[in-house]
């Protein structure tokens, strides 16, 4: 391992060639070439699969019959030693055991649905849009949900607005911060157009929701004090470009603000009069 680590160390920093080091330690350059791609010797590694000379022939048939096993009830799927009874029974199978357990074992690890865990540290928020149909003064109407959830502390806050636009965006987030009391140091976004396009609000649209002049995502983040997380680094670098372009969407339409209070305001495991942990 000394040795192995000096080489890399001469050849890397230039102290050596290449040449004069197979010279002077009397090394193969194959050696040297896996010296300076390791940091450490990585041992044995077999490049070919071993061949299976008994229990290669039945392999094709053990794994038919684990796949038909997810089409029959779980008291019904075939463990290693049944297949193994089978195998000598119908098959004329000589091996052991202990390779058609290793063989069963492989075939469902290489199944294994993987997870993620997911960590949610407390001041953090995630924020989406959503859909749904309401009633307002006897009709059908379809309104854009507002979301905001804090995972750490379970608390959800949703607000309904006509459509999905800035003016929403920009309400929906002075609505939460005073419904939660605070504001979180970390929102993160699912990819909402209003986010990630950099559209800016019209000077109407920002004077209705106590904005002083047409702020982008970013600028809401930085007088908040928040940051912003995207989940698609595509569209989230597209925020990062000035913005010139005017809100396309038209005004929201002069209804009071307690006719559209049909939204949700929840908080889970909390009272209204207790604050709620961030």
């Known amino acids: ?27 193969n350059w194959r050696t040297l070439a896996k010296m300076l791609e390791h940091a450490e010797p990585p041992g044995y590694r077999c490049r070919a699969k071993r061949e299976k000379p008994i229990l ?11 796949e038909q096993d997810k089409k029959a009830p779980k008291k ?16 004329g199978y000589t091996g052991g055991v ?26 953090e928020a995630q924020v989406d849009f959503g859909f749904a149909y309401v009633d307002v003064a006897g009709e059908r109407q379809q309104v854009a949900l507002f979301v905001m959830t804090l995972p ?11 459509r999905e636009c800035t003016e929403a965006f920009l309400e929906g987030h002075n609505r939460a911060f005073r419904f ?24 109407s649209m920002c004077s209705a929701v106590g904005w002083s002049a047409p702020p982008t995502a970013l600028e809401l983040a930085s007088s908040s004090g928040c940051s912003c997380c995207w989940r698609s680094r595509r569209l989230g670098n597209s925020l990062l470009r000035s913005t010139t372009r005017s809100d396309r969407a038209s005004p929201m339409p002069t209804r009071s603000a307690s006719s559209w209070s049909t939204a949700v305001s929840l908080r889970s495991r909390s009272s209204a009069s207790t604050a709620v942990p961030i």
């Open 1 to 27: 391992m000394e040795m192995w680590t000096e080489v890399r160390r001469r050849v890397l920093t230039g102290e050596l060639s290449k040449r004069a080091a197979c010279q002077e330690y009397g090394i």
């Open 56 to 66: 290669g022939p039945h392999l094709a048939w053990i794994h038919e019959v684990l």
């Open 152 to 162: 750490y502390s379970d608390v959800l806050f949703s607000q309904a607005f006509p």
């Open 76 to 91: 019904q799927h075939h463990t290693a030693q049944r297949i193994f009874d089978r195998l000598k029974a119908e098959r």
């Open 98 to 123: 202990t390779m058609v357990k290793a063989a069963v074992r492989e075939w469902k690890d290489a199944r294994k649905e993987v997870f993620v865990p997911l960590s949610h540290p407390p001041g």
């Open 180 to 203: 939660i009391g605070g504001v979180p140091r970390k929102i993160r976004y699912d990819n909402s157009k209003i986010a990630v396009a950099g559209s800016s609000p019209t000077a």
